[in-house]
């Protein structure tokens, strides 16, 4: 059974830094295009940031230069470095495996 687990959601200030991580099970971890994606509320699912199985990347326009994703093979984990946070980034995160299997989201709230 594959499983996607996000962790490390929270409040932060604007400015502040958070690291998001997803460990996966029960799937090729290496094969998969690894996905962070996030869903404000009222607002549709959009894209953040995406690595493949050779760790290229890409980015939503909106977060390049404050957003970082990483893979780690060994533990099958995937994760999203976010710096340099704004309001706007206030969403629920969600992991995802080709778009095809996705975690439970963990809420990121970025408030003074």
């Known amino acids: 059974q594959v499983r996607l687990v996000e962790s490390g959601g929270g409040l932060v200030q604007p400015g502040g830094s958070l690291r998001l991580s997803c460990a996966t099970s029960?799937?090729?971890?290496?094969?998969?295009?690894m996905g962070w994606y996030r869903q404000a509320p009222g607002m549709q699912r959009e894209v953040v940031a995406l690595i493949d199985g050779g760790g290229l990347t890409n980015y939503a326009d909106s977060v390049k230069g404050r957003f970082t994703i990483s893979r780690d093979y060994g533990k099958r984990t995937v994760y999203l470095e976010m710096n340099s946070l704004k309001p706007a980034d206030t969403a629920v995160y969600y992991c995802?495996?080709?778009?095809?299997?996705w975690g439970q989201g963990t809420q990121v709230t970025v408030s003074s």
């Open positions: 029960g799937l090729n971890f290496g094969i998969w295009v």
């Open positions: 995802s495996a080709g778009s095809h299997h």
